[in-house]
Nanobody, 115 residues
Framework: QVQLVESGGEMVQPGGSLRLSCVASGSISRRNVMGWYRQAPGKQRELVAIIAGFGSTNYADSVKGRFTIYRDNVKNTVYLQMNSLEPEDTAVYYC?????????WGQGTQVTVSS
């Protein structure tokens, strides 16, 4: 079993920054691939960024150059630094990992970008 708890979402103006955090507990190890996904109203959930246990990363084209995913394996925490936020980034952001064929999700944290 793995538990994921996200935090850090709030309302911010366009051009602003936020840092999301996801604390993992349970049967988690530093080898787990961790990811951030988001779901906007009326849209499907989409991948934002992932980070492998050894630190390699991958990003959705829409966030490249603006978002950075990184992890602290001592704290079992993965972060998503989001800069130059745009209204299109408004969504519920979810943390994800998987063990074998089992996916684990957090409860999500709301990010709203609006003036």
């Amino acid at each position: 079993q793995v538990q994921l708890v996200e935090s850090g979402g709030e309302m911010v103006q366009p051009g602003g920054s936020l840092r999301l955090s996801c604390v993992a507990s349970g049967s988690i190890s530093r080898r787990n691939v961790m990811g951030w996904y988001r779901q906007a109203p009326g849209k499907q959930r989409e991948l934002v960024a992932i980070i492998a246990g050894f630190g390699s990363t991958n990003y959705a084209d829409s966030v490249k150059g603006r978002f950075t995913i990184y992890r602290d394996n001592v704290k079992n925490t993965v972060y998503l630094q989001m800069n130059s936020l745009e209204p299109e980034d408004t969504a519920v952001y979810y943390c994800n990992t998987h063990i074998g064929l089992v996916d684990y999700w957090g409860q999500g944290t709301q990010v709203t970008v609006s003036s």
